[in-house]
């Protein structure tokens, strides 16, 4: 018997809600990076950030593949999906503020800490595909966070200073937003006949062992890292969440569009329009695939 086939519908749910709020922030995101294509401050940024794109675009590729186990298909799942079925965090959907590198140096940065720590999380998944993937996006994640962390420095050295700031002030209640519980597809259904709470999935996804960590530990892990490293770089932070009781991503810290529930900015549907309208004007019928993937 197969993974997937061993997952009662509960493990099935679990597991879709995972990959899809994986696969969608990475493809959105990817989708955003491609936007400083010519446009960086440098060649070798152009070529860093381009470099990043692609690997974002190639993890959100291997999650999508774990939902073809289930039986999605790419094309339903990117080209074909309403966009208020997406379930990605509002921080990969924000348009960058025009010309402005930091937004970008600062969303990655951001973006690649929770990164770290939800790939970690992953390492001993229980479903087996999981588990056998997160080592090589981490390889490729540890190198985006470094080349934001490169980049930070030296805006913050630099007279880039003021814009880390207006930039941190835009983009963090956002990037909390990434442990926000992430509704389930639509038209999943619990043993009771009723659609599912999000909060329900998520505390699924941990009892299953598909992820070995809450989404409210990844985030005061979170804070505990980039609250510090923010800070050391002379920076204010909109709302730290730190109180006596340590670290936490409280409900008043996050803006009122937080994506995992579908309930996205506008900013979205334009981006939407955007990389499905080519799809549609073509009459294609299937995604475009140059490789198999992997086994």
């Known amino acids: 018997m197969s993974a997937v086939d061993a997952l009662d519908e509960r493990g099935r749910r679990a597991l879709e809600t995972l990959c899809l709020r994986l696969a969608d922030d990475e493809f959105v995101l990817a989708e955003r990076y491609t936007e400083w294509q010519v446009r960086a401050p440098s060649l070798e940024s152009d070529l860093a950030l381009s470099n990043i794109a692609q690997d974002e675009l190639g993890h959100a590729r291997l999650w999508y593949d774990v939902l073809a186990e289930l039986g999605h298909d790419e094309r339903e799942l990117v080209y074909e999906r309403a966009p208020d079925e997406w379930r990605h965090s509002t921080l990969a959907e924000l348009p960058f503020a025009e010309g402005d590198w930091a937004d970008a140096i600062v969303r990655s940065y951001l973006y690649d800490v929770a990164e770290e720590i ?84 998520e505390d699924d996804i941990v009892e299953l062992g598909l992820r070995d960590s809450t989404l ?43 994506g995992r529930d579908g309930n996205h900015t506008d900013a979205w549907f334009e981006l939407h329009e955007e990389f499905t309208h080519t799809y549609r004007d073509l009459g294609r019928e299937q995604a475009t695939r140059i490789m198999d993937p992997p086994e």
């Not at 050391?232 to 991503?249: I, Q």
Request: hydrophobic share 35%; net charge negative.
């Open 118 to 201: 939800r790939l970690s999380a992953l390492e001993d998944s229980s479903y087996p595909t999981i588990a056998d993937r997160v080592g090589k996006i981490q390889g490729e994640e540890g190198y985006h966070l470094e080349h934001a962390q490169n980049w930070m420095e030296r805006l913050a050295r630099d007279e880039g200073h003021e814009r880390l700031q207006e930039a941190v002030d835009r983009l963090f209640p956002h990037a909390l937003t990434l442990f926000e519980p992430c509704a389930p597809p639509r038209g999943a259904e619990d043993a009771s006949g009723d659609e599912p709470r999000a909060a329900a999935v």
């Open 216 to 258: 409210a530990e990844m985030g005061e892990q979170w804070l505990s890292t980039v609250v510090p490293y923010l800070e050391s770089l002379e920076l204010t932070v909109p709302a730290s969440g730190d109180d006596e009781e340590g670290y936490a991503v409280t409900d008043e810290m996050l803006p009122d569009q937080r």
